[in-house]
């Protein structure tokens, strides 16, 4: 699985849906430039083979395990959803890059997590077995 850089239209990453509702998070696909150095908050959707859930809980698990401990995303904010749509399973991942550059720079032992899950995932319709894209996190006001 090759996941793509922002000028593509989609990261990893691998996390979308609604998301709990103290955090809400705006997709932003425009071309903005940003510096490499600074973070990159995704969100990641997974459309996952019926079947294949608890598979995918564990390869996100280690995805995360092994992001951290190479030291490639920033602790919070992390968040798993898992739902349904029409009776088939998805999952949605949102994490943020210690930077920009790091999705475009994966060592090999990252990239076979990303190959298992690209292995359980399915295009849905228009939709790619594994899709999403640089979100910003917004604060709403009181």
Same mark, same amino acid.
Request: a negative charge; hydrophobic letters at 45%; proline letters at 10%.
């Given at each position: 699985m090759q996941i793509h850089h922002r000028q593509s239209g989609w990261?990893?990453? #691998? @996390?979308?849906? %609604?998301?709990? %509702? $103290?955090?809400?998070? @705006?997709?932003?696909? @425009?071309?903005t430039q940003l510096p490499d150095d600074?973070?990159? !908050? +995704? #969100? +990641? !959707?997974f459309h996952v083979q019926a079947g294949h859930e608890e598979e995918m809980k564990k390869i996100l698990a280690d995805a995360w395990q092994t992001y951290t401990r190479l030291d490639m995303? #920033? =602790?919070? =904010?992390?968040?798993?959803?898992? /739902?349904?749509?029409? /009776?088939?399973?998805?999952f949605v991942e949102i994490l943020t890059w210690q930077n920009? *550059?790091?999705? *475009?720079?994966? =060592?090999?032992? +990252?990239?076979a997590? $990303?190959?298992?899950? %690209? @292995?359980?995932c399915e295009r849905r319709g228009d939709k790619p077995p594994i899709g999403g894209g640089e979100v910003h996190l917004i604060v709403p006001s009181a």
């Open positions: 990261r990893i990453a #691998l @996390a979308a849906l %609604g998301v709990m %509702g $103290w955090l809400c998070v @705006a997709p932003s696909f @425009a071309q600074q973070p990159e !908050t +995704v #969100l +990641v !959707t995303v #920033l =602790p919070q =904010p992390h968040i798993i959803l898992q /739902g349904s749509e029409n /009776g088939r399973p998805y920009h *550059d790091i999705p *475009d720079h994966m =060592p090999a032992e +990252v990239q997590i $990303w190959k298992r899950m %690209g @292995a359980i």
